[in-house]
């Protein structure tokens, strides 16, 4: 818990940093890039997360494997590791790509569907978004085979259960209280 809070005011902190300097959107590239490599590379993970590896060597594991980004972000490297909160650096990443798509009015809506989603499926999910906000909405597509069918749409604190599991149980309760 501490280290969210940590990683959403370091993020707040970047946000306002690029907000200023005009880079926010480049950041934003950067930052999704950083998230989407430590989530996907559990060894980057365990080495920012390692106490045994020193700093110098992981600052250099990161500007190999970012040699491209934008000195705002690497300079969040910096900072992290002066700070010894490196291993925060996914978290921190994650954060403000959430607080920039909230500052854009942009939100992320998660779909979650038994079977990848058809374009079909796809069409009628954004029919219903459009009934719960008006903000511009990117999908996100989560499989779980345990819904059966039909889909479970999360966009912000607002959810609509349009699967076949949830109308089973509802029968079900439905059956066992007459």
């Keep these: 818990m501490a280290g969210t809070r940590a990683a959403i005011r370091y993020a707040k902190a970047v946000l306002s940093l690029a907000s200023q300097q005009k880079a926010a959107e480049a950041v934003s590239k950067d930052m999704k890039l950083i998230a989407t490599t430590i989530d996907e590379?559990?060894?980057?993970?365990?080495?920012?997360?390692?106490?045994?590896?020193?700093?110098d060597e992981k600052k250099a594991a990161l500007t190999q494997i970012f040699p491209k980004i934008?000195?705002?972000?690497?300079?969040?490297?910096?900072?992290?590791m002066s700070n010894k909160r490196i291993d925060i650096?996914?978290?921190?990443?994650t954060k403000y790509n959430q607080l920039f798509d909230v500052l854009n009015g942009k939100?992320?809506?998660?779909?979650?569907?038994?079977?990848?989603?058809?374009?079909?499926?796809?069409?009628?999910?954004?029919?219903?978004?459009?009934?719960?906000?008006?903000?511009?909405?990117?999908?996100?597509?989560?499989?779980?085979?345990?819904?059966?069918?039909?889909?479970?749409?999360r966009v912000?604190?607002?959810?609509?259960n349009a699967s076949i599991?949830?109308?089973?149980?509802k029968l079900k309760r439905e059956f066992t209280l007459n």
């Design 41 to 55: 590379n559990e060894e980057l993970s365990q080495v920012l997360k390692s106490a045994i590896v020193k700093s």
């Design 165 to 169: 599991a949830n109308k089973l149980n």
């Design 89 to 93: 650096l996914g978290d921190v990443a």
């Design 70 to 80: 934008n000195t705002i972000s690497s300079e969040l490297f910096n900072l992290l």
């Design 156 to 160: 912000g604190d607002k959810q609509y």
């Design 107 to 153: 939100q992320i809506a998660q779909v979650t569907t038994a079977i990848p989603m058809t374009d079909d499926l796809e069409l009628k999910v954004l029919a219903k978004i459009k009934e719960l906000t008006s903000k511009a909405v990117e999908l996100e597509n989560i499989v779980d085979e345990s819904i059966l069918g039909g889909f479970i749409l």
